[in-house]
């Protein structure tokens, strides 16, 4: 079983930028598929960014393509999601998840907050205008 714990989050400006960091322990993130979602208040939580096992694919929800990067390093057992040109509608709780993957270096990943088994506690974004 894989703990998560994100960090990073804050306050800042609009047009600014945050790193958010999920930190795994417990198992090596090396065979899990990775992903960050957010929950606006009164929103559901939505898709926002995954990554294969190895980082060797991404994807992105349209509202931040172009914005966000999403990363991974199995050496440090840490996932990344970096948000650049923020606004105050990506103001949302945060949440890092976790799925194993038959393999290391599957290509596949998720974007159906269903598909995770580990998550995080979350971590809190607020971008002022």
């Known amino acids: 079983q894989v703990q998560l714990v994100e960090s990073g989050g804050g306050l800042v400006q609009a047009g600014g930028s945050l790193r958010l960091s999920c930190a795994a322990s417990?198992?090596?993130?090396?065979?899990?598929?990775m992903g960050w979602f957010r929950q606006a208040p009164g929103k559901e939580r939505e898709f926002v960014a995954a990554i294969s096992s190895t980082g060797g694919r991404s994807d992105y929800a349209n509202s931040v393509q172009g914005r966000f990067t999403i990363s991974r390093d199995n050496a440090k057992n840490t996932m990344y999601l970096q948000m650049d040109s923020l606004k105050p509608e990506d103001t949302a709780v945060y949440y890092c998840?976790?799925?194993?993957?038959?393999?290391?270096?599957?290509?596949?990943?998720?974007?159906?907050?269903?598909?995770?088994?580990?998550w995080g506690q979350g971590t809190q974004v607020t971008v002022s205008s």
């Open positions: 417990g198992r090596t993130i090396r065979n899990y598929a």
């Open positions: 998840a976790a799925k194993p993957v038959t393999y290391y270096g599957s290509s596949l990943l998720y974007t159906a907050q269903t598909a995770y088994d580990y």
